[in-house]
């Protein structure tokens, strides 16, 4: 029963990480090779700015002061795992009655 929950949440990774790879080459002009690619490497301060501001408006999340850490921006598949966390944590407040647990 894990098994075809982890699969679709490693599918859905994959999806955001294409996204995110054609959202760095069409809004922000910079190509991402893969998504293990460091992106310190590639982004100055003015992009990664850009790039908040784009996954938040392409995702419909909302990326908190407290998730600004090096760690989750170092690559495509860390800033995807951080889209899924935000995205899990704004659907479990979005549950009313529901206490989370």
């Known amino acids: 029963m894990k098994g075809p929950k982890l699969q679709a949440t490693d599918s859905e990774s994959h999806r955001i990480q294409r996204k995110l790879i054609a959202l760095f080459s069409k809004r922000l002009a910079v190509r991402v090779p893969s998504t293990a ?3 310190r490497k590639i982004l100055d301060s003015q992009k990664f700015v850009e790039l908040v501001l784009h996954i938040e408006e392409e995702f ?3 990326i908190g002061i407290e998730d600004f ?3 989750n921006f170092c690559c495509v598949e860390k800033i995807a795992n951080l889209i899924l966390r935000q995205r899990n944590d704004s659907g479990s407040l979005k549950i009313p009655g529901r206490d989370p647990k």
């Open 37 to 39: 690619t460091d992106l």
């Open 60 to 62: 419909n999340v909302q």
């Open 69 to 71: 850490e090096i760690e």
